[in-house]
């Protein structure tokens, strides 16, 4: 069983930036993936950002060059780093990971883009 708890969520103007984090209830290495979704209001959950166990790294179009996502291993915590944030980047954002075959998500946590 795996546990993944997101923080780091809010409100934040336009430009401005924020880290999400998660914690896994693993280490981050034991996962063999590891990524970020998230949900716009009155859409589906869609795909933001992934890290596989080698350390590479891809993303949604609208992701690159602003997000950035990343894991500290020693500290079982995944991350994503939103910077120049926009309005339509509103929405719940979900971590999740690959253990054994098993699919594991985070409760998700709130971002608001708003002036």
């Known amino acids: 069983q795996v546990q993944l708890v997101e923080s780091g969520g809010g409100l934040a103007q336009p430009g401005e930036s924020l880290r999400l984090s998660c914690e896994a209830s693993?280490?981050?290495?034991?996962?063999?993936?590891m990524g970020w979704y998230r949900q716009l209001p009155g859409k589906e959950r869609e795909y933001v950002a992934i890290?596989?166990?080698?350390?590479?790294?891809n993303y949604a179009d609208f992701a690159k060059g602003r997000f950035t996502i990343s894991r500290d291993d020693t500290k079982r915590m995944l991350f994503l780093q939103m910077n120049s944030l926009k309005p339509e980047d509103t929405a719940v954002y979900y971590c999740?990971?690959?253990?054994?075959?098993?699919?594991?998500w985070g409760q998700g946590i709130q971002v608001t883009v708003s002036s």
């Open positions: 890290i596989l166990k080698t350390d590479h790294t």
């Open positions: 999740n990971a690959v253990y054994n075959g098993f699919l594991y």
């Open positions: 693993r280490s981050a290495d034991s996962f063999s993936t």
